[in-house]
């Protein structure tokens, strides 16, 4: 896949953390209840997220068209996390 195909497929790509799930899923995982979670915090754990989602579907999606599928499987994303949690630490 060449770049413009990649920013194509970006362009095409949506995905939106809300946050208000994003803090909540943070706060029941503190183990103090005095932690807060600050706004600007919370827009780039949002946007980090985004990043992370968006660029596993394509990498996924560069699997999937290797092997000629045109969907997206389950096996297509797992074979894909490994590389991905090294990307992203």
Do not use: W
Request: hydrophobic share 40%.
């Amino acid at each position: 896949m060449d770049r413009n195909t990649e920013e194509l497929v970006y362009s095409e790509i949506s995905t939106v953390f809300q946050p208000d799930v994003v803090k909540e899923v943070f706060k029941s995982k503190f183990s103090n209840p005095k932690n807060r979670v600050t706004e600007d915090s919370l827009e780039l754990i949002c946007e980090i997220s985004k990043a992370l989602a968006m660029e596993a579907a394509l990498r996924s999606g560069k699997i999937a068209i290797k092997e000629k599928n045109s969907v997206v499987t389950l096996e297509h994303v797992e074979s894909i996390l490994p590389q991905l949690m090294l990307d992203f630490p």
